[in-house]
């Protein structure tokens, strides 16, 4: 699966995009985010605090493990 991530300031509803070529004739899935939204600053704010933790939460890997294969429908 090749991914096309591009930092555009939309100036049109109509959109010339070169880097589209290579996916003329495929099926593909569009996103469109507003890098300038709060919603995603906040959520960006809240994955900051959590990368802290790292290092200091010990797992127990046999635990996790054990709750994943309980979980599995």
Do not use: C, Q, Y
């Not at 996103?31 to 994955?47: G, N, P, R, T, V």
């Not at 933790?53 to 979980?71: Q, T």
Request: glycine residues 2%; proline residues 1%.
């Amino acid at each position: 699966m090749e991914a096309l991530k591009l930092h555009l300031t939309i100036k049109s509803d109509t959109l010339k995009i070169p880097e589209l070529k290579k996916f003329i004739g495929r099926r593909v899935e569009v996103i469109f985010l507003d890098e300038d939204s709060k919603k995603e600053k906040s959520i960006i704010e809240k994955f900051k605090k959590f990368k802290n933790l790292k290092g200091k939460i010990h797992f127990d890997d046999n635990a996790f493990n054990e709750l994943r294969e309980k979980s599995i429908l």
